[in-house]
């Protein structure tokens, strides 16, 4: 069945570190993918999407490729921030539902 | 505007007793989900819903009812609840085909003792 795998965390950085979360998917056909966020006491908050390989989805200084080959949508920032310490979830679109990966915990220390 | 909504944000309640988290939306989204978020497992699937009244199984349905009279509601049932069951819940919707991504709640925070 489809399945998301994504780096284990948690991972810490210092502000204006440069941010890589990897993820990759196994899915038939070429499914939808989403990362979304998740910051303390909240539920989960689209941050991107791409819908075909070799889109870039891009968000608030994020962004992350479909790539078909690798079957990878790496999220990446150039430069984070304090305020961007949450827990990030990639994610695919199957027939019906959404499949998670486990999530990365992010911490950006200042 | 208030999207999902989700209650109780908060539950206490004793082994062996019925609860219902309750979920309703104001869109008219199609599907609906629930999900437990747990650590270590991340989000998983309980039960989802593409319609009024046509419900199925996600990857941990045992030990939760659900039902869907009404387009907007979606109730989570746990009807013997364990401790195993601690955990946060999340109520999601997806508008259909159109509308890929899921929208989700504030969560229900969910303690059995």
């Known amino acids: 069945g489809d399945s998301v795998t994504q780096m284990e965390g948690p991972v810490t950085l210092s502000e204006e570190a440069f941010l890589t979360i990897n993820c990759t998917y196994t899915?038939?056909?070429?499914?939808?993918l989403f990362w979304y966020v998740q910051y303390p006491g909240e539920g989960l908050q689209l941050l991107l999407k791409a819908t075909k390989a070799d889109d870039k989805g891009s968000n608030k200084g994020f962004e992350a490729t479909y790539r078909k080959e690798t079957t990878s949508f790496h999220l990446e920032k150039g430069s984070v921030q304090v305020s961007d310490s949450a827990v990030y979830f990639c994610a695919l679109k199957g027939a019906q539902k959404l499949v998670f990966g486990q999530g990365t915990r992010l911490t950006i220390n200042p | 505007d208030a999207g999902i909504t989700q209650s109780p944000r908060y539950k206490i309640t004793e082994t062996g007793r019925q609860v219902t988290l309750m979920c309703h939306q104001t869109w008219s989204h199609s599907y609906m989900f629930w999900y437990r978020q747990d650590l270590g497992h991340g989000l998983r699937l309980i039960y989802y819903?593409?319609?009024?009244?046509?419900?199925d199984k996600g990857e941990v349905p045992d030990g939760y009812v659900v039902s869907r009279s009404k387009t907007e509601n979606f109730p989570l049932t746990l009807e013997s609840a364990t401790r195993s069951q601690t955990s946060v819940y999340f109520c999601a919707t997806r508008g259909g085909a159109r509308i890929i991504e899921a929208f989700f709640g504030q969560g229900t925070r969910l303690t059995v003792v």
């Open positions: 899915a038939t056909g070429y499914p939808s």
């Open positions: 819903s593409a319609a009024a009244d046509i419900t």
